[in-house]
């Protein structure tokens, strides 16, 4: 384990600033995908968005029948987005239709957040 100064532990990266911070990213399979909505409903950080509906309107459940369309993680203007990578989404999607392409990897003290790019579901018992 990397030994970190006191300066690094008072350090807060800058979430905007790639140097500090390198937001996650996730890949979602098209084909697998039947645009049910249930990963933009579920997403912690109201990143994952569709080209036809709100996460408003899914929340209402006003889609009445009609394909949410095939979801897309949000990027900001400064190329960042507010995935951490926590895989909410994987896991409520009855299809496996998701799984993350890039880590949350923040810098300094916070390094030790990290996530590994194995993620397994929970067991159930």
Same mark, same amino acid.
């Given at each position: 384990?990397?030994?970190?100064?006191?300066?690094?532990?008072?350090?807060?990266?800058?979430?905007?600033?790639?140097?500090?911070?390198?937001?996650?990213?996730?890949?979602?399979?098209?084909?697998?995908?039947?645009?049910?909505?249930?990963?933009?409903?579920?997403?912690? !950080?109201?990143?994952?968005?569709? =080209?036809?509906?709100?996460?408003?309107?899914?929340?209402? =459940?006003?889609?009445?029948?009609?394909?949410? !369309?095939?979801?897309?993680?949000?990027?900001?203007?400064? !190329?960042?987005?507010?995935?951490?990578?926590?895989?909410?989404? !994987?896991?409520?999607?009855?299809?496996?239709?998701?799984?993350?392409?890039?880590?949350? =990897?923040?810098?300094?003290?916070?390094?030790?957040?990290?996530?590994?790019?194995?993620?397994?579901?929970?067991?159930?018992?």
């Amino acid at each position: 384990m990397k030994k970190f100064s006191w300066i690094d532990r008072w350090r807060v990266p800058t979430y905007d600033n790639p140097n500090h911070m390198k937001t996650a990213d996730l890949f979602f399979n098209a084909a697998k995908c039947t645009q049910c909505g249930i990963c933009v409903k579920v997403c912690p !950080g109201g990143c994952i968005v569709t =080209d036809k509906v709100t996460k408003k309107d899914l929340m209402k =459940d006003m889609r009445k029948a009609v394909k949410s !369309g095939v979801p897309h993680v949000d990027v900001l203007k400064t !190329g960042a987005t507010l995935c951490i990578a926590c895989f909410d989404c !994987g896991a409520a999607c009855p299809h496996g239709a998701i799984s993350i392409k890039r880590n949350f =990897d923040p810098k300094y003290y916070y390094k030790r957040l990290t996530q590994t790019s194995d993620m397994v579901l929970p067991k159930k018992y």
